[in-house]
């Protein structure tokens, strides 16, 4: 291990970890914190000191829980090797590409989520809900950030589409490109605060990336003209140090996340339609053309919009078959 000046709090310690070590632990092993994953070998820091090693658990077999990145493992003080990997405060997760499908983790213990989109022909309340059922699900603090502010007129139409969402929803608006305007979000990026983006291609994910860490180590590509689209650039999965001290999960599969298994995260999202829901008079209403019915009552009023009705009937068709898919498929 190399010795290093860091505090466990400036790697993202919290009383939420220490409650869980026993008063023997405390004596015999270290918290650590995983930087990164590659194969075979996790890169861990922890108070003054970082190292690579073994990610491997004694007594834990293919099928149980490893370490990801950002996870807090306690490691043997001599020996090094994981002991056990700290309850995690959340847990970003994907099903795995490919015939065999199985989870796959991607990064534990993210205290904001970046919910990342543009001011333009892109922008999409549809997108936006989906990202904000996966916050919801994951259990991640959401925060909205529209980008290219310096390429619209009129910011505030689509900070108000966004903030239409859900009350109480955090929405800032950036110039990514430009440090002073990206300060906004500064107070998500701070010492020991772990942050994490969700966006599509070409939103300026890298971009923001790059003004937050203060360098320009993650390169953008030039968005294709016209098309207002760019291309996939980030490959690494670690963490990267922000410049205000806070720690960037940055992993390609966080980019493409999908739904499945999201019905709580859904159920919050859309929880106007899920309390209505219980009055309608049958207790399994499609909503349709059933009698008394409370959703298509309040639609008719207009106290609900048909549209976010329907954006919620297409989220929860989506993920039953998702989670339909996932479950006869799961290897034994
Ligand atoms: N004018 C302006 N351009 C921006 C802004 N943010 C990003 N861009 C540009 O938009 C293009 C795409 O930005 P990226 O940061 O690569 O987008 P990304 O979301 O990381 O894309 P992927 O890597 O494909 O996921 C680049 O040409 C950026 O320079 C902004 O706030 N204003
Ligand atoms: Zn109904």
Same mark, same amino acid.
């Given at each position: 291990?190399?010795?290093?000046? $860091?505090?466990?709090?400036?790697?993202?310690?919290?009383?939420?970890?220490? $409650?869980?070590?026993?008063?023997?632990?405390?004596?015999?092993?270290? *918290?650590?914190?995983?930087?990164? /994953?590659?194969?075979?070998?996790?890169?861990?820091?922890?108070?003054?000191?970082?190292?690579?090693?073994?990610? @491997?658990?004694?007594? &834990?077999?293919?099928?149980?829980? @490893? *370490?990801?990145?950002?996870?807090?493992?306690?490691?043997?003080?001599?020996?090094?090797?994981?002991?056990?990997?700290?309850?995690?405060?959340?847990?970003?997760?994907?099903?795995?590409?490919?015939?065999?499908?199985?989870?796959?983790?991607?990064?534990?213990?993210?205290?904001?989520?970046?919910?990342?989109?543009?001011?333009?022909?892109?922008?999409?309340?549809?997108?936006?809900?989906?990202?904000?059922?996966?916050?919801?699900?994951?259990?991640? @603090?959401?925060?909205? /950030?529209?980008?290219?502010?310096?390429?619209?007129?009129?910011? $505030?139409?689509?900070?108000?589409?966004?903030?239409?969402?859900?009350?109480?929803?955090?929405?800032?608006?950036?110039?990514?490109?430009?440090?002073?305007?990206?300060?906004?979000?500064?107070?998500?990026?701070?010492?020991?605060?772990?942050?994490?983006?969700?966006?599509?291609?070409?939103?300026?994910?890298?971009?923001?990336?790059?003004?937050?860490?203060?360098?320009?180590?993650?390169?953008?590509?030039?968005?294709?003209?016209?098309? &207002?689209?760019?291309? @996939?650039?980030?490959?690494?999965? $670690?963490?990267?140090? #922000?410049?205000?001290?806070?720690?960037?999960?940055?992993? *390609?599969?966080?980019?493409?996340?999908?739904?499945?298994?999201?019905?709580?995260?859904?159920?919050?999202?859309?929880?106007?339609?899920?309390?209505?829901?219980?009055?309608?008079?049958?207790?399994?209403?499609?909503?349709?053309?059933?009698?008394?019915?409370?959703?298509?009552?309040?639609?008719?009023?207009?106290?609900?919009?048909?549209?976010?009705?329907?954006?919620?009937?297409? #989220?929860?068709?989506?993920?039953?078959?998702?989670?339909?898919?996932?479950?006869?498929?799961?290897?034994?």
């Amino acid at each position: 291990m190399k010795l290093t000046n $860091e505090t466990l709090e400036d790697l993202g310690w919290k009383a939420y970890f220490s $409650e869980q070590i026993s008063g023997d632990e405390a004596q015999r092993c270290h *918290p650590v914190r995983v930087m990164a /994953v590659h194969r075979g070998k996790i890169a861990v820091s922890g108070a003054g000191s970082q190292g690579l090693i073994s990610p @491997h658990i004694p007594g &834990a077999g293919p099928a149980d829980d @490893h *370490p990801t990145v950002g996870d807090w493992l306690l490691i043997d003080g001599v020996t090094l090797q994981p002991i056990r990997i700290l309850n995690r405060i959340n847990l970003f997760k994907r099903r795995a590409p490919g015939v065999r499908r199985k989870e796959q983790m991607l990064a534990a213990n993210v205290d904001t989520l970046f919910i990342v989109a543009s001011c333009n022909q892109d922008f999409s309340v549809a997108r936006l809900e989906r990202y904000l059922v996966l916050a919801r699900e994951v259990g991640v @603090h959401p925060v909205v /950030v529209l980008t290219k502010i310096d390429l619209t007129d009129t910011p $505030e139409v689509f900070a108000a589409a966004a903030r239409a969402i859900e009350p109480g929803l955090l929405v800032e608006t950036v110039n990514g490109r430009d440090p002073a305007s990206v300060a906004c979000i500064a107070p998500w990026c701070g010492k020991g605060e772990t942050v994490a983006l969700l966006g599509s291609s070409g939103v300026g994910k890298s971009t923001l990336v790059n003004t937050l860490r203060g360098s320009d180590s993650i390169d953008t590509q030039a968005i294709r003209a016209g098309d &207002a689209t760019g291309r @996939h650039t980030t490959t690494v999965r $670690e963490m990267h140090r #922000l410049d205000r001290g806070g720690w960037l999960l940055d992993t *390609p599969g966080m980019r493409e996340l999908q739904l499945f298994d999201a019905a709580t995260g859904i159920a919050e999202v859309f929880d106007d339609f899920v309390l209505l829901a219980q009055e309608c008079r049958f207790s399994n209403c499609a909503h349709g053309v059933e009698p008394g019915c409370a959703i298509r009552a309040a639609i008719a009023i207009g106290a609900l919009t048909s549209a976010r009705f329907d954006r919620w009937r297409k #989220l929860a068709a989506e993920d039953s078959v998702n989670a339909a898919q996932f479950a006869t498929r799961r290897p034994r």
